[in-house]
């Protein structure tokens, strides 16, 4: 099987990288891919959401399986496009519907379908230019810190925690009227702020059935303790300590169910990850969010403790086989550790010539910001590599990935020294 992964980041390197061990691989593409994905793959250049290039290169390369990485291209329609078209309907592709997209690509249509179906999620109501003064006696009803989401796709950035009121009131206004996120705040959902733990939730569907995989906890804070300014994610472990077999059930009844039998009951055409948000509330699980594809940097500590063949898992989907695979997770835990270029998440310089990686095992280090020239790898972003490690314990595995990176420089790297801190 030829297959085509559609992404650039740590999470497209990683899923090639569990791909590429498959019998049944032939030759994987990546488009546009980083410069780890081109040790495993033939890296193409474009641009996700151009959909026929995507259908030019799919037919060209007699690709099977198309597996969508990032959600923009998910958003956008790319599973509708290739299932309308006679010439790409039969090619298997991993992603959901632009109906089911609405998971992620708008809040306030995720809060609905939570609401619907008695998924417990915070206190919200969705606010827009038409009803924005409504929004002043809501923020009052409510105690700090009060919580601003922006209805469409921010690249992470448009959640705003805020502790006073006016100032609230006043970013409230600057994301509506003044399109702080662009055309994604038009409307904004403001909720209640939710104390506790989070843990991340992955299950893989193909609309009927499901399978869970195993979760995860990241870091998103650039700083220690959890500072600072919110990242694409600096860190993960996998599995979640705090994630006993009592809070497990109560995440699958109250949740992981009743999104399936949502996503059935709306007749959503869903073949992909749904990917649950979570926190912990005392002993009680609420979602916080929707995605439509994996996460990053999780990705890069799942995908390493699942022992199946991903690639014979991904294309039984919508077929009886789906249901009958049973997932095989190793006992082992994950831990990955982001290195990101100075600066980031704000203002970085690119081009940094990264040295190191020819002395350490590269079997778990997952490129996300990085290109090829002559054979030495540079940086191209602001999350520049995925270290992981695995081992009996998280705190095992993380002394490794930090034995790793001890070896691994580029001017101005930067990483989190305390990963797991919170779990210790």
Excluded: W
């Excluded at 999470?11 to 030759?27: F, L, P, V, W």
């Excluded at 037919?59 to 006679?86: A, H, M, Q, R, T």
């Excluded at 022992?307 to 249901?323: A, H, I, R, Y």
Aim: proline share 4%.
């Amino acid at each position: 099987m030829n297959i085509l992964v559609i992404g650039s980041g740590g999470r497209e390197h990683a899923i090639i990288n569990s791909i590429s061990k498959s019998n049944k691989c032939s030759k994987i593409f990546a488009l546009p891919g980083n410069g780890g994905t081109e040790l495993l793959a033939e890296n193409l250049s474009g641009d996700v959401n151009d959909f026929e290039l995507i259908k030019k290169i799919s037919l060209k390369n007699k690709i099977s399986l198309v597996f969508v990485g990032p959600e923009d291209p998910i958003v956008n329609g790319i599973y509708d496009f290739f299932k309308s078209d006679p010439q790409l309907k039969d090619i298997n592709i991993i992603a959901p519907s632009k109906q089911a997209g609405l998971l992620e690509g708008s809040k306030d249509f995720a809060k609905d379908f939570m609401q619907k179906y008695n998924i417990p999620t915070a206190k919200h109501k969705t606010f827009s230019i038409e009803n924005i003064d409504e929004a002043d006696k809501f923020l009052e009803s409510m105690s700090p810190p009060y919580v601003l989401k922006a209805d469409g796709l921010a690249a992470g950035k448009g959640v705003l925690i805020i502790q006073d009121l006016n100032e609230a009131k006043v970013e409230l206004r600057r994301m509506i009227i003044e399109k702080k996120f662009g055309n994604s705040s038009t409307k904004v959902v403001i909720e209640e702020f939710l104390d506790g733990i989070e843990l991340s939730c992955f299950v893989l569907t193909d609309g009927i059935n499901y399978k869970v995989l195993p979760f995860a906890k990241d870091y998103k804070k650039i700083g220690e303790g959890d500072s600072g300014l919110n990242t694409g994610g600096m860190g993960a472990i996998s599995p979640v300590p705090f994630l006993d077999d009592s809070f497990l059930s109560k995440i699958k009844s109250k949740i992981i169910i009743p999104t399936v039998n949502g996503i059935i009951k709306e007749k959503m055409q869903y073949n992909g990850f749904i990917f649950i948000g979570l926190i912990k509330v005392k002993d009680e699980p609420y979602v916080i969010e929707y995605n439509v594809r994996m996460g990053d940097p999780e990705t890069e500590v799942v995908f390493p403790r699942l022992n199946n063949d991903m690639l014979e898992l991904l294309d039984s989907m919508g077929t009886p086989k789906f249901n009958d695979i049973k997932l095989s997770i190793t006992e082992n835990h994950a831990a990955t550790v982001i290195l990101v270029s100075g600066g980031y998440p704000e203002s970085y310089q690119k081009g940094k010539t990264i040295t190191g990686l020819n002395d350490i095992s590269n079997e778990l280090i997952f490129h996300a910001g990085t290109i090829k020239k002559d054979n030495t790898f540079i940086t191209n972003g602001g999350r520049v590599l995925a270290v992981t490690s695995t081992a009996k314990d998280f705190k095992k595995a993380l002394k490794t990935s930090y034995s790793k990176i001890d070896k691994i420089n580029f001017d101005r790297m930067n990483y989190r020294n305390d990963i797991g801190f919170d779990l210790l």
